[in-house]
């Protein structure tokens, strides 16, 4: 099993290069003028608007009554109403479910990129053989579709006395994010240079001070990629919790909005606002994380 | 870095990875070779749950049609953003006052759940309600407002449309990374030697992207192989209209958990089983291809 | 580069180390398969000497009125403690499977019925009941509803029973003068009216396909046989390529024109919101439908009728209600309190208990001699105990895959859409059920 979906390994004499530096970015764009003048500026920013149109529904819709939403789904709040967010957060138990799903996907990621990113940085150095053979098999876990295994992924947990625990929630979703980590991340390793690791030798660093203090610190903006890349589907999931917990008070935010949208069928107002607030963490993240994940998959890609 | 740091450094992943994901999935393959009486398992089957895939109905008619799904949703994806989604990072580049704001707002459908994008569009194309054919209608374009979902000859086409909708912030990323990479003065050089920017891409910058685009490619087969949230929240789990939606994944969902068969837990795990080695064998073939392709342009 | 070139012997050393973290995933995964120890509900016995059983439900809409009911259970039992939980509808089979088959599960599930519940009866996941509970006097075609097929032991204690029928809007019918119809012209006419006042007459949701077989019902249950033909066809002395079945398919097509433009792209919440929003005067449903219509248009009076026989219904047939039993509830064969959760499904054989679905829960309930309060409700009740038959393709035809009702789901879009006629339509649901379905003669 030699696979491996790496199709940007870089090629050994790229490896002594600079590793790509957030300075490049400052350079004078390659292009004087924009290609396609402004027709394309109007496309471009036509297609945002289009991206946004669904997004702003939502907010839209939310700030309005139920039974004008009813009788025109589609119309604007006029004059806008905050009781859906007053219903969602005090009947919805919002707070709570807010909280599991912070510390479950938090510590979901955490997990996952530290133990990801020290598979990454041993896959991209080692030499033996078996790393070849370790790293084909991470990456099968590309191609796993998780979901379809749900009925042994309970036995697993009713085992090990998982059920019902936020801990064995955390660990399933690190456990599954290792693969899309890993792949991204020995990339990025193997695009810095190996005389870093050999000064640092000869200065008398472990390779844990190595990796850890000067290694960790370059490959941050891929860091930045792979954490808010499996942020969003664990913040999203629903089917996990559902299956593996029990008790309300540990339910995370997409399980406890279903049956909060399961009470309020014919709520949509209140199923609007409990979306907004599922969704403006994510926006602010992703807002934070922009520049970083930018700057990560510039100097991922560049070859 | 010793070997032995080295594997020291992997273990960590390593259990978790095989307690996790590896540990169950093999699970689930095992379940599809033993019989089933409900969720208790009988005895060894061998691959007669593997044969029913292909003998028996629902799934002589629907695997078929399925997998024919997966493969459509597979091609347009790559079609749109490998056109659009690579048009739309090659003018980002050229404008590097706005590129940040731009990506950034492309990549915003890809942060709502599935279920919400699905549930949001559904509204938007509904034919009795929906915004999207009401303006149709008003500026005279009646014969265009179309059922969409309604519609088997349209509504396999919305899925796709929506998906790449909802994903393209990520192909035009990678793109516009990738793009940052060409060296300046290839492009430049031709230029000096008379060539148009069209012709400057097409000769100088799109070889050079290949291997973004193969990886791209790969990432998105495996997606679309799997597709599932999406196709649900459209179609339900019987792929609405008519089977016009249906992805294998539903036909998974549907014979796991909905069927009245009590032998379901063995040909569900025979499909999942199926599933992964279609995944597997694709995305190794167009590995190899890439390889070789990179090689030569490496050489 | 780095990498020391190796000492002789680290090979093997590195080899070790993989055989350790092996052996380690190893031994996790053996506690992994090993049964856990407690092997039962994490309910248990309380410090107070309380017995507590838990109850799963799909039912998240009803919390708070199961709760009410529980807690008058409490009352008359102190020794017993009812914890209520509802999961999400349409992942509840998943989050039942798993349940059922691990610790920690409900001592007293919610459980499908028909051919949905065979799974769950050939996990060996619950207990018989013959002997425990008494459910003679009920409806034949409830009972069936919570039968094992294999061995025919009752598994479970029938909740409800669901019928459908054609709601209206009673406003809109006096407007234009329209009463329930009792003959087939008078539906007709009816129809023509609505339509030429701009009005849809008949709401359907054709793009969500589990609707379409109730349409099916509703407007030509009359047409095929109703009642008459469930045991012809189980005999096998009649199939779904019998010609009264195919022009009852055929009614579907037909009627149309009187459904919303585009019909199979409209969802079933928008036929309700065409219904509730009064620009529908007509929409086939459930009577589970009945308090989400009077929930979305508080102010809107709605009626009921069975729709009256299409011509060339077979001698005898008359408009008929449509039925089935659902939502029953049964004891988990792992349950650490089996006879107190019999004792709690026993109760729910009883009218006290019967009363309280149809008051509480707004449903029909299951329980013989027990009227609903709600005058529709009642009515839909008495249609069905004096003119009522199966919901034959969810009562008879789910016990394998492909069931009854995904084909006629399928069939019935392909037919809107023009792609299938009623012919082709009936002979894939009489192919497909065959895939499993062996007539009992």
Redesign the interface.
């Known amino acids: 099993m030699t696979?491996?979906?790496?199709?940007?390994e870089a090629?050994t004499e790229r490896a002594v290069a600079p590793p790509a530096r957030p300075a490049?970015?400052g350079r004078p764009?390659?292009?004087h003028?924009?290609?396609?003048g402004a027709g394309?500026?109007v496309?471009?920013?036509g297609?945002?608007a289009?991206?946004?149109?669904?997004?702003l529904?939502?907010l839209s819709n939310s700030f309005r009554s139920n039974a004008d939403l009813?009788?025109?789904?589609?119309g604007l709040p006029a004059p806008p109403t905050t009781a859906s967010y007053v219903e969602a957060w005090t009947t919805g138990n919002v707070a709570t479910y807010f909280g599991n799903s912070l510390a479950v996907t938090v510590g979901a990621v955490a997990?996952s990129t530290?133990?990801?990113t020290?598979?990454a940085?041993?896959?991209a150095?080692?030499?033996?053989r078996?790393?070849r053979w370790?790293e084909s098999?991470?990456l099968?876990?590309?191609?796993?579709?998780?979901?379809?295994?749900?009925?042994?992924?309970?036995?697993?947990f009713?085992?090990?006395?998982l059920?019902?625990s936020r801990l064995g929630l955390m660990?399933?979703y690190?456990?599954?994010g290792?693969?899309f980590s890993?792949f991204v991340l020995t990339t990025f390793f193997r695009q810095l240079p190996?005389e870093l690791?050999?000064a640092a030798?000869l200065d008398g660093a472990s390779?844990w001070q190595?990796?850890w203090r000067i290694m960790v610190p370059l490959v941050r903006p891929a860091l930045a990629t792979v954490a808010v890349f499996r942020f969003?589907p664990i913040w999203?999931d629903?089917?996990f919790p559902?299956?593996l917990l029990?008790r309300?008070e540990k339910y995370t935010l997409?399980?406890g909005l279903?049956?909060f949208f399961?009470?309020n069928?014919?709520n949509y107002s209140a199923v609007f606002a409990g979306?907004v607030i599922?969704?403006i963490p994510?926006?602010v993240l992703?807002?934070v994380a922009?520049?970083q994940?930018?700057a990560g998959?510039?100097?991922?890609?560049?070859? | 870095m010793r070997r032995r740091t080295g594997l020291v450094f992997v273990a960590p992943a390593l259990a978790l990875f095989a307690v996790f994901v590896l540990y169950p999935m093999v699970t689930a393959f095992s379940y599809a070779f033993f019989h089933w009486q409900g969720t208790s398992r009988g005895g060894f089957a061998g691959v007669e749950n593997f044969a029913t895939l292909f003998t028996r109905a629902p799934f002589t008619t629907d695997l078929p049609q399925a997998l024919l799904h997966n493969v459509l949703f597979f091609v347009g994806t790559m079609l749109i953003q490998n056109t659009f989604g690579l048009t739309i990072a090659y003018l980002l580049y050229s404008r590097p006052r706005s590129r940040r704001v731009l990506q950034t707002l492309y990549a915003m459908p890809y942060l709502v759940s599935p279920i919400v994008i699905g549930y949001l569009w559904t509204l938007l194309l509904s034919p009795t309600f929906g915004p999207v054919n009401t303006l149709l209608t008003r500026i005279g374009l009646d014969s265009w407002a179309l059922p969409w979902l309604g519609d088997p000859k349209t509504a396999l086409w919305v899925v796709i449309l929506v998906s790449v909708w909802q994903w393209i912030g990520f192909p035009v990323l990678l793109y516009g990374a990738a793009l940052g990479g060409v060296p300046e003065e290839l492009t430049e050089a031709a230029r000096v030697d008379g060539a148009t920017n069209r012709q400057a891409f097409f000769k100088i910058t799109l070889p050079l992207l290949v291997p973004a685009i193969g990886t791209v490619s790969v990432l998105t087969f495996i997606f679309a192989m799997e597709a599932f949230a999406l196709p649900y929240a459209f179609g339900g789990s019987t792929g609405n209209p008519a089977g016009s939606t249906d992805f294998v994944s539903l036909l998974f969902y549907r014979t796991a958990f909905d069927s009245g068969a009590t032998d379901a837990i063995g040909s569900s795990s025979a499909l999942a089983t199926l599933l992964f080695l279609i995944i597997f064998g694709g995305a190794y073939a167009a590995t190899s291809v890439l390889r070789r392709h990179e090689r030569r342009i490496t050489a | 580069m780095t990498f020391d070139s190796r000492p002789p012997g680290s090979s093997r050393r590195a080899r070790r180390t993989v055989l350790t973290i092996a052996a380690l995933s190893g031994a996790l995964l053996v506690t992994a398969c090993s049964p856990s120890s407690s092997g039962s509900t994490g309910a248990g016995a309380g410090g107070d000497g309380k017995v507590t059983l838990t109850v799963w439900s799909w039912r998240v809409e009803d919390e708070a009125a199961y709760k009410k009911i529980f807690d008058t259970y409490e009352k008359a039992h102190p020794t017993v403690n009812v914890d209520f939980k509802a999961f999400k509808a349409t992942e509840y089979n998943k989050i039942l499977a798993t349940g059922l088959a691990g610790s920690s599960g409900p001592d007293v599930p919610q459980v499908r019925s028909y051919g949905q519940l065979q799974g769950t009866v050939a996990s060996k996941s619950l207990l018989p009941l013959d002997g425990k509970v008494d459910l003679s006097g009920w409806d034949e075609n409830v009972v069936a509803s919570a039968k094992g097929k294999e061995d025919g032991k009752t598994y479970s204690v029938p909740l409800a029973r669901q019928t459908v029928q054609m709601f209206y809007n009673q406003g809109l019918f006096d407007k234009f003068g329209i009463t329930a119809p009792t003959t087939w012209e008078q539906f007709i006419a009816g129809n023509d009216k609505l339509m030429a006042a701009g009005v849809t007459p008949i709401a359907v949701g054709a793009k969500d396909d589990w609707t379409l077989p109730i349409v099916h019902e509703v407007l030509a249950g009359s047409r095929f046989g109703g009642k008459a033909f469930q045991p012809e066809v189980l005999a096998g002395k009649k199939s779904f390529t019998d010609p009264d079945w195919v022009a009852s398919v055929k009614v579907v097509g037909d009627l149309e024109k009187y459904m919303p433009k585009n019909v199979t792209g409209v969802a079933q919440t928008d036929a309700q919101t065409l219904f509730s929003a009064e620009k529908a005067a007509m929409i086939p449903g459930g009577s589970f439908d009945l308090s989400v219509l009077q929930k979305a248009n508080p102010g809107m009076k709605i009626g009921i009728f069975q729709v009256p026989p299409a011509p060339g219904s077979p001698s005898g047939s008359s408009a008929t209600t449509a039925g089935w039993a659902d939502g029953n509830f049964a004891v988990s064969a792992r349950s650490k309190h089996p006879n107190e959760a019999t004792e709690l499904v026993k109760w729910m054989t009883s009218k006290e208990f019967g009363q309280m679905v149809n008051d509480d829960i707004k449903q029909i309930s299951a329980v013989p001699g027990v009227e609903p309060t709600d005058p529709l409700l009642k009515q839909m009740s008495d249609n069905y105990t004096n003119s009522g038959s199966p919901y034959l393709l969810l009562t008879d035809f789910r016990y394998g895959a492909p069931s009854g009702t995904d084909l006629l789901g399928k069939g019935l879009q392909q037919m809107l859409l023009g792609s299938k006629d009623a012919t082709g339509v009936s002979q894939d649901l009489d192919t497909g059920v065959k895939a499993w379905f062996k007539p009992s003669a």
């Open positions: 696979t491996a979906v790496v199709t940007t090629p490049r970015r764009p390659r292009a003028r924009p290609v396609g394309a500026s496309l471009l920013w297609y945002a289009l991206a946004l149109v669904p997004l529904l939502m009813i009788t025109d789904p589609l997990i530290t133990v990801a020290m598979a940085y041993a896959l150095r080692g030499r033996s078996i790393f370790l098999l991470f099968s876990g590309l191609m796993l579709p998780i979901h379809l295994a749900i009925l042994p992924i309970f036995y697993l009713d085992g090990l006395g059920i019902d660990l399933m690190a456990a599954s290792i693969p890993i190996e690791e050999e030798a390779s190595t990796f969003v999203n629903f089917l559902l299956v029990r309300e997409p399980v279903t049956n399961g009470e069928a014919t979306l599922t969704t994510l926006i992703f807002l922009t520049k994940i930018v998959l510039t100097a991922g890609m560049a070859k």
